[in-house]
Every structure is written in structure tokens, then in C-alpha cells.
């Protein structure tokens, strides 16, 4: 029969504890080092809470009484109230469209005095919990279409919402739930033909929408003709073609115009278009501008990519070793624009180098391969699933962030966990990987 741990460091991941503290004291001297000034008093700039690296040392130390509360708590608490959390999420999310405080064209925030909360960054907590809660319940059939439709509401309902609210990016990460739900049983085509819509909006970026159908017809035209002797015996061959066919041009003729005409905002559009160095067709040609407005547009299409140039340039500059601690030009100087938030990778890269930016993405993988390790000797569904949420969140914060640092992906506005400032995003992946700790040292119990 299984027994409650006396101890809540019994049967606690320590390596995962281990990682995790070793990621914040890292973001934090990061952030002391693109804030602090040879002027500035050391001990009032701590001790103030007017400085981010302040604030964010108070951030760490409530997240360490969080984190104590959680390891006291039952797991069958996280079960019970799974559905209830979820609810209450989704309502924090609404909320924000009648007290919402709106900050960088976003009205996804939730002004608390001391900090800002963003509810739909803690929402994947509630998410992941859900999500957890029914792919373990025993009437659960995921190999089937109605299970596998509420699996997919549960997880992209906030992602919705959060679109709704201006927030695109965060809204990306919650597709980081098909990695727990493929290992659940969801069907591989699903990823391929998702896989297949991720290549086609690179490429609708590339080339125009007329170019790309042509060549889509001309490539089916051709597989027809080349395998016309095969479709006597295997009709099905035709039909997939065909149906191939079809799901690009329709991709690429209504989807892509529709998503950026009535999805993205237009500085969103632009700065996507920008990025691989075109200007956007989807944008409104019909309407004349002055000269002013003419002026004030090339402006803004010059500032589109500053941020991600200066931190380029403040990457390339940190060579091989870094310039050393608080001797970083480009961050000290505040060239590069949130380089305490969304590019506090910058700070790494100039001030480490290649070598210090090595470490740290060594750091984040073995803390993605201790969560598999963790999710895979689970005997609860419910556990495992959680924990597959948890890496999927986590791979997709790391991956995007440092992408859109160097240049290879558009500013989406995601943090680097646990690095960049911020009481939401610190306290959601406390809150995440606390329950996973939790869960794992209780592994020996089958929660549904």
C-alpha cells in the first residue's frame, strides 16, 4: 500500500531542483548585469524593489515559498481540482477584456499593484492539468476522432482567446500540447500535415500566391503523368495527389491571405514579411498616403528589425569567450531593446560568449531530458501526460526565444523560462515543474 512520504525532500527530484535553481541565479545575474550602473548604490538597488534584477530576486524568493506549498500538497489535489483550474483560467481570460490592462498593443494583462498578471501565460498550468485530467480517465478512447476533437478544444481553447487578445505569440506555445498528445496515440499524419503548414507559410513568404499555385498544379500534373500506370491498380494514389493538390492550393490561396489579412495585425504581417526581406502583398495598396505618411511608414519598416539587429550584434560581439561580467557594450549601453525580457539571451551571448551560451543551452537540455526521464517512469497517466505537457512548453519556449534572439524567426514576444524577468513567467514555470515534482515523487500512486 502506498504510504505519504514523511519528508517532502524524500523521493523529490533533486537533479531537476538542481537545474532549475541553477537556470534563475543565472537569469538573474543576467539581468544585474544589463540594469546595474558604476553610479548606482548596490545595497538600495537591491533591497528597493525599483530595480527588474530586485524585483525579480523577490519574484524568486516568493517562488520559493510557492514551491514549498506545493511539495506539502497532496497530489490527488491537483487531480480533483484539474477541471476547476481550467475553468477559472479561461474566466481570468475573459476577464481581461473588461479589466484587461493593455501594454505593448496586448490587452492580455491583469494590473495586481506589485506585479502584472498575464492569465493566459498561467493558463498553461490549468491547461496541462486538464489536458492530463482527460486523456487519464478510463472512458478515454483516444484513438478516436470525439477524443481526440476534446483533447485538441481543451488545449486551444486559451490559445483562442489569447489571438483574441493581440497576444500571437503565447498563443503559439499552447501548440506545444500535441507532443503529450502524440505520445498519448495521437495519429503522426496530424503532425505531418501540421509539419506540411509550417513549410507552406515559409514558402508562401517567399514566393507570391499566384507563383506558388502554379507551381503546385504543374508538380501534380507531373505525378499524374509519371505514375498513370499505377492508378488501374491503386486508385487510392490518384485520390491522395489530388487531395494534396487541393489542401496546398487552398492553404496557400485562402488560408495564408485570410490569416494575415484578419488574423495578424499589420505590424505583425509586416514584421514576418520583413524578416525574410519582402515587403508584405497582403497589405492594403489601394489607399494613397502623403508624404508625411509615406515618411512615418518607412520609419517604422527602418525599426521593424532593430531589436533583433542590435542583439545580433550584441551575440556576435561576445565571440568565442564573452567580454566578461558587466563589460558588455551593446547591453550596458541599452542598445538592445527588452534585453531584460523577451532578449535577455543577449546578455548571455556578450558577456559569456559562445562558450557561456553553450552551457546554458546544455543546461536547458538536460532539463528537457530529465523531464522525459521523469514522464517515462510514471504509472499514472495523468502524471505522465502532465509531464510531456511540461517538456513541450518548455522546448517551445526555448526553441522560439533564442530563434527570434538570432535572427531566424519573427519577434513574437516569448520569454526565455526562468532567465527572462517577469513575476508570470517565473512563477508559471515554478508552478509547472513544482507539480511535476511533486507528481514524480508520488509516482508510486495511480492518480486519475
Known amino acids: 500500500m502506498y504510504q ?39 545595497t538600495q538597488t537591491l533591497l528597493g524593489f525599483k530595480k527588474n534584477y530586485s524585483k525579480q530576486l523577490f519574484f524568486f524568493g516568493g517562488c520559493c515559498v510557492l514551491a514549498t506549498f506545493i511539495l506539502l500538497t497532496d497530489s490527488k489535489f491537483f487531480t480533483a481540482t484539474a477541471n476547476l483550474s481550467y475553468l477559472i483560467g479561461i474566466v481570468l481570460i475573459l476577464a481581461t477584456f473588461v479589466i484587461g490592462k493593455e501594454i505593448k498593443g496586448s490587452k492580455s494583462w491583469i494590473p495586481l499593484g506589485f506585479m502584472n498578471l498575464q492569465p493566459v501565460e498561467l493558463c498553461k498550468i490549468f491547461t496541462a492539468l486538464a489536458l492530463s485530467k482527460f486523456l487519464s480517465l478510463q472512458d478515454t478512447d483516444f484513438s478516436k476522432p470525439k477524443s481526440q476533437l476534446i483533447a485538441a478544444a481543451i488545449a486551444f481553447a486559451p490559445a483562442a482567446l489569447s489571438i483574441l487578445q493581440g497576444e500571437t505569440g ?51 500534373a507531373l505525378l499524374i503523368w509519371l505514375n498513370r500506370k499505377q492508378f488501374r491498380r491503386n486508385k487510392n494514389l490518384l485520390v491522395t495527389i489530388i487531395a494534396g493538390w487541393l489542401f496546398c ?20 504581417a509586416d514584421r514576418i514579411f ?26 517604422k519598416s527602418d525599426q521593424q528589425n532593430y531589436n533583433v539587429k542590435q ?39 556578450e558577456n559569456f560568449g559562445f562558450w557561456g551560451t553553450t552551457i546554458l543551452m546544455l543546461l536547458y537540455l538536460a532539463m528537457l531530458l530529465r523531464i522525459v526521464i521523469i514522464a517515462e517512469r510514471q504509472r499514472s497517466t495523468f502524471s505522465r501526460v502532465y509531464a510531456y505537457s511540461v517538456a513541450g512548453i518548455l522546448f517551445f519556449h526555448v526553441a522560439v526565444n533564442v530563434c527570434v534572439t538570432i535572427g531566424l524567426a519573427p519577434v513574437i514576444g516569448i520569454t526565455l523560462p526562468l532567465m527572462s524577468y517577469g513575476g508570470s513567467s517565473l512563477i508559471t514555470f515554478t508552478i509547472l515543474f513544482f507539480i511535476l515534482i511533486k507528481l514524480d515523487a508520488d509516482r508510486q500512486m495511480v492518480l486519475r
Open 4 to 42: 505519504r512520504n514523511a519528508s517532502i525532500t524524500k523521493s523529490t527530484d533533486k537533479l531537476l531542483i538542481w537545474l532549475y535553481a541553477i537556470i534563475i541565479i543565472i537569469g538573474l545575474v543576467c539581468i544585474f548585469s544589463v540594469e546595474y550602473k558604476s553610479t548606482d548604490n548596490f
Open 311 to 349: 542583439s545580433k550584434i550584441a551575440i556576435g560581439s561576445g565571440g568565442f569567450a564573452g567580454k566578461g561580467f558587466l563589460k558588455g557594450t551593446q547591453t550596458q549601453g541599452d542598445f538592445v531593446p527588452e534585453q531584460h525580457t523577451d532578449f535577455i539571451f543577449t546578455s548571455v551571448g
Open 170 to 220: 503565447l498563443a503559439l506555445v499552447y501548440f506545444a500540447f500535441l507532443i503529450p498528445m502524440y505520445r498519448e496515440g495521437l495519429p503522426a499524419g496530424y503532425l505531418i500535415a501540421g509539419f506540411a503548414m509550417a513549410v507552406l507559410l515559409v514558402v508562401s513568404l517567399l514566393f507570391t500566391t499566384k507563383t506558388l499555385l502554379i507551381a503546385f498544379t504543374v508538380l501534380a
Open 274 to 299: 520583413s524578416m525574410v526581406g519582402v515587403d508584405n502583398p497582403f497589405a492594403d495598396k489601394t489607399a494613397t498616403l502623403s508624404l508625411d505618411e509615406e515618411k512615418e511608414k518607412q520609419k
Open 249 to 268: 492550393a487552398a492553404f496557400v490561396g485562402l488560408a495564408i491571405p485570410f490569416a494575415f489579412n484578419h488574423v495578424f495585425k499589420k505590424y505583425q
